[in-house]
């Protein structure tokens, strides 16, 4: 008796303990890493012309995945002419910022929206990337690096050529949320979650963000979003926090826009990737992101749990661009 209550004490402190230790490890769903390659990365086999619907443009998986062949152009209506930044990038490494942050700028979990966003703002972050104060709190995780690597080469011409053009954009929505008790089991493949199978887990407390149609998402079409699946209740939770600051911090509304549409060179929350709102919040409060305005954000991010950061991600995401 007194040994199972012993036992049972010692279990519930280390749970206690797992629980701590897990509140301050990056969460794996936000900070998708490909797993080893099993082979060495051959070009893709299959030759076949790709299509997607309501475009007549024919591309090969091989000249979808050429970085250095610029941004698969599926939609040429869809936005306006694309700068050679944008569209192309430039020799020695400047890749072109559609081919990840796709020509219409709504991007995709792995990196970030940019459309719509303030042309100060994008042009401080790329300076804060390359001046190293900003980089992922997982430095396994590609995309960030990449991001990295390009803001050290790109010059301000350039970038601010860039930040124009995607300023110029409006967010339109993209990611639709859902609240689900259980979620498609994913796999991590190309920095991204995806499901193979109709086998479901609980949710936990996780975002868990997959495209609407894999085949699509693959081939970069940019009318072609993403679901995000979040815990019951995370919504309503979510907008509590964020109009009031949960007792803990000053409203978010208050920097961020009622609406959390941005309010002067403060970025938009709203209709935004859930799991790219996590990956800032844990950046934010962990140091990896420490750049000339992240100490806006320094009271607001220290008392969040990753328990807070699912609610707030997932309200702004569910808000309308
Ligand atoms: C190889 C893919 C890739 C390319 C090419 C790329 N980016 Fe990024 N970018 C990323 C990733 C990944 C992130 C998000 C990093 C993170 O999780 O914090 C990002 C984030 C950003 C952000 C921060 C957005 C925010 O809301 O704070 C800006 C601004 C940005 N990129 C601008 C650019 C510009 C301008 C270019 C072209 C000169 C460019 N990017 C090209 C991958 C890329
Ligand atoms: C005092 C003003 C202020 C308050 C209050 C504030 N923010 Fe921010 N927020 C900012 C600024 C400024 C930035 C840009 C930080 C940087 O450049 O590193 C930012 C950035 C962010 C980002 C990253 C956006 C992106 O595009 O990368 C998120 C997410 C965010 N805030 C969420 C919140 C939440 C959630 C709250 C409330 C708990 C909050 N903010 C409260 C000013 C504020």
Not at 59 to 77: K, N
Not at 153 to 172: G, H, P, Q, W
Not at 261 to 270: D, F, V
Not at 293 to 310: F, G, H, Q, R
Request: charged fraction near 20%.
């Amino acid at each position: 008796m007194r040994r199972a209550a012993a036992l049972s004490v010692l279990s519930a402190f280390a749970f206690a303990v797992a629980a701590s230790a897990a509140e301050d490890e990056p969460p794996p769903w936000a900070y998708p890493v490909n797993p080893p390659a099993a082979k060495p990365a051959t070009p893709p086999s299959d030759t076949m012309p790709k299509r997607v619907p309501g475009s007549d443009v024919v591309l090969t998986l091989a000249e979808i995945r050429d970085l250095s062949r610029g941004v698969p152009d599926w939609h040429p209506g869809d936005h306006p002419p694309m700068p050679d930044v944008v569209a192309k990038g430039r020799a020695g490494g400047v890749l072109a910022c559609g081919y990840c942050h796709l020509a219409t700028g709504l991007g995709r979990p792995e990196n970030a929206s940019l459309a719509g966003l303030p042309v100060d703002y994008i042009v401080q972050q790329v300076r804060d990337f390359r001046d190293g104060k900003r980089k992922s709190s997982v430095a396994a995780m590609g995309p960030p690096a990449n991001m990295v690597a390009l803001s050290k080469i790109s010059n301000d011409e350039e970038v601010r050529v860039a930040a124009t053009y995607f300023a110029s954009m409006k967010l339109t929505p993209w990611i639709r949320v859902v609240e689900s008790d259980t979620v498609p089991k994913t796999r991590v493949t190309g920095s991204m979650l995806v499901a193979d199978s109709d086998e479901r887990e609980p949710i936990g407390t996780r975002i868990i963000e997959v495209p609407e149609d894999r085949a699509r998402t693959e081939l970069r079409d940019p009318r072609s979003g993403f679901v995000a699946y979040v815990p019951p209740g995370s919504i309503k939770k979510g907008e509590a926090y964020v109009k009031t600051g949960g007792g803990k911090s000053a409203a978010c509304t208050i920097c961020h826009g009622a609406d959390l549409k941005g309010l002067g060179p403060i970025p938009a929350l709203a209709g935004r990737s859930p799991s790219y709102i996590v990956r800032s919040l844990y950046d934010l409060k962990h140091g990896a992101r420490a750049g000339a305005w992240s100490p806006l954000m320094k009271d607001a991010v220290a008392p969040l749990t990753i328990e807070d950061m699912v609610n707030i991600a997932a309200y702004a995401s569910s808000r309308a661009p």
